[in-house]
């Protein structure tokens, strides 16, 4: 087993101390506000959006999840040696960042608890939504068993492999309910379509790989204080697959754009208005601004927050914008709807980011998230 | 049994609301949040520019793309062709809200349309979302009728509280008949110039299979497949209404 060398931690303490701060905060406000007015604290409403900014949370979470146990895969199941050394990092982020997306829905939903027993004993088969959470339920317990094993060392047992393989159908299958959730709503024309799970499987893939470099950078003080193998996966393989993947991701946000634009389908003007924004000009400078810097192999931790805050934006306009376009609702509901999301939302994004870094650096310093099995 | 439903007929509603104060009575509905609503748009420009109006309530679809999303099966149709929701089961993920294209679906937890804020004013027991001074004698969350417990979504139940106490077998459910007029959903009581129709679909000889047939009835939205259940008539005329094509209230 090698414990490669890490640097000071500075960084990883930073990260800590910012991720319990934001933790307070966002837990504080969101439960004051949420104990005082229940969900009147949301922007959300029957005649406007039903799915605001937490929904938006835990798509981007979850799909994080689902992004992270592929790049994990690459080294784990697919047998690329190069990547082991961020493999167990990205198998313990793919856990907390689900529990930071879960968190975010719970927060959200009318009856969190009932869920518990609701869906299990009722289980609706025809409902997306079942599965998805099914599919997230089963990879919870299946990444954590995962998780145990390499850290006690058992990397390549036929035991730890099967379960990682699970691991990594189960994700798959996951976000890609989590894509049909949505993909199925011919109702709602900007998002039906049968590639949407292919989609969300794809910029999965890109935020997975964008917080698996930002914090293999946060984990060490500098490229030259990262151990050989992590700097070689760092400076080779690990960017051009990540500039590949989002390169592709671009075209397809393009098209997806172009077609929208196009088609005169009642729900599509909605693209209008999402153009019309400069959040989406801001989406598409971060996301291509980070393709080449990958490309380049340069500053790769400012092209991971780069895809970060490109992607929350791309989740943003996707789960809100399908909704903007009113359904039936009369001449008092303007032509597209308006929504803002509240104090109390943001704080609920708040207190996702901050569990997935708080759960990082946890993690980095007390479960040696940088082994890699010694072959 | 019965598949219950609805006829509109659009040449004699006149857009008096009066469906909606009674179904807002009936199940003790927050201002705003009315089961029953009519929609009033604007057809045609400037200098002619006509108001039409559209009544909808749940279309209690055929195939409720609403009862499908459901993850805990909260959203259920009954033997008798009714689209429910058990409130003991609905965990409030608002995922009905999304699939149904139609829009008729309340989570009440949200920003009060006006102040004072009614919640506030009147409010509710234990986990009822409020207390209306005047409040119906039925609590049935299982059905979802009565007044809407917090967390959970609500929409119209065809006063399925009235509706499945009728003798099994009536073709339509008139209000005209005086040993009926209890039976019936209280915005089709409440009609004054009878545009409104409850009966059984399946039975060819009800007076709503007839309407549908010779007046050649039609359903909003039919491209979604959801098959509503609720059917719209109307003479044609250029005065009378029409079932609006697209879900958007674009100004023409
Ligand atoms: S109109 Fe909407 S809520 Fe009513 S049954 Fe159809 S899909 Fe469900
Ligand atoms: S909000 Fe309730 S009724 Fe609607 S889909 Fe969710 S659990 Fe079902």
């Given amino acids: 087993m090698a414990t490669q060398t890490q640097g000071s931690g500075g960084a990883v303490s930073a990260v800590l101390m910012a991720g319990l701060a934001g933790l307070v905060v966002s837990l504080g406000i969101a439960f004051f506000n949420l104990l005082s007015g229940g969900h009147s604290a949301f922007n959300t409403g029957s005649d406007g959006v039903s799915w605001g900014l937490p929904v938006v949370n835990y798509v981007f979470f979850a799909l994080t999840s689902t992004g992270l146990t592929l790049v994990a895969s690459v080294a784990m199941t697919f047998g690329n040696k190069a990547w082991y050394p961020i493999a167990k990092r990205c198998v313990w982020l793919s856990l907390v960042t689900l529990v930071a997306g879960f968190a975010s829905l719970a927060l959200e939903l009318g009856h969190p608890f009932r869920m518990l027993w609701a869906i299990p004993l009722n289980a609706q088969l025809v409902s997306p939504l079942n599965w998805m959470g099914i599919f997230y339920a089963v990879f919870l317990v299946l990444g954590i068993l995962k998780f145990l094993r390499i850290h006690n060392g058992d990397w390549n047992s036929s035991t730890s492999k099967q379960i990682g393989l699970a691991a990594l159908v189960t994700e798959l299958l996951a976000g890609g309910m989590l894509g049909m959730a949505f993909g199925a709503m011919a109702m709602r024309p900007m998002w039906y379509g049968n590639l949407v799970p292919l989609y969300f499987i794809l910029t999965a893939a890109c935020t997975g790989a964008a917080f698996a470099v930002l914090v293999t950078c946060l984990s060490y003080d500098s490229e030259e204080t990262m151990p050989a193998q992590v700097r070689t996966l760092m400076r080779g393989p690990l960017p051009t697959a990540f500039a590949g993947l989002l390169g592709i991701t671009i075209l397809v946000i393009g098209y997806r754009t172009v077609i929208g634009l196009w088609s005169n389908a009642d729900g599509l003007q909605v693209w209008d208005a999402i153009v019309a924004s400069p959040w989406y000009w801001i989406e598409a400078a971060l996301l291509i601004g980070a393709f080449f810097l990958l490309l380049q192999r340069k500053a790769l931790a400012l092209a991971s927050v780069m895809v970060i805050g490109g992607f929350f934006i791309d989740r943003y306009d996707f789960v809100i914008g399908g909704q903007l376009a009113p359904l039936f609702k009369g001449s008092w509901v303007p032509d597209l709807i308006a929504y803002t999301p509240s104090t109390t939302e943001w704080m609920l994004t708040l207190l996702a980011f901050s569990i997935a870094f708080l759960g990082w650096a946890l993690g980095e310093k007390l479960l040696k998230l940088d082994a890699a099995p010694q072959d | ?252």
């Fill in chain 2, 1 to 252: 049994m019965a598949k219950w439903g609805m006829v509109i007929d659009l040449e004699k509603c006149t857009g008096c609301q009066a469906c909606s104060t009674a179904c807002q009575m009936e199940n003790n509905r927050l201002p705003g949040e009315n089961y029953q609503d009519v929609l009033y748009y604007t057809e045609g420009r400037q200098p002619t520019p006509t108001l039409k109006w559209f009544p909808r309530p749940c279309m209690h679809c055929e195939e409720p793309s609403c009862m499908h999303v459901c993850p805990t099966k909260a959203t259920y149709k009954t033997e008798d062709g009714v689209v429910l929701i058990d409130w003991d089961k609905c965990i409030g993920c608002k995922y009905c809200m999304i699939a149904c294209p139609y829009g008729v679906r309340f989570y009440t937890d949200e920003k009060p349309l006006i102040e004072p804020n009614i919640k506030q004013v009147f409010k509710g027991d234990g986990d009822l979302s409020w207390n209306p001074p005047y409040k119906g004698p039925q609590q049935d969350p299982k059905h979802g009728v009565g007044i809407q417990p917090n967390g959970v979504v609500s929409k119209c139940n065809f006063c399925y509280h009235k509706i499945s106490k009728a003798p099994k077998g009536t073709p339509d459910l008139d209000e005209s008949n005086p040993e009926l007029v209890e039976y019936v959903p209280a915005c089709v009581r409440t009609c004054a110039p009878k545009a409104r129709y409850f009966g059984d679909l399946d039975n060819p000889n009800s007076q709503v299979s007839r309407l549908i047939s010779d007046k050649q009835g039609t359903r909003l939205l039919d491209h979604t497949g959801n098959k509503p259940q609720v059917y719209y008539v109307s003479g044609g005329g250029a005065a009378s209404g029409a079932v609006p094509g697209t879900r958007s209230n674009k100004k023409a």
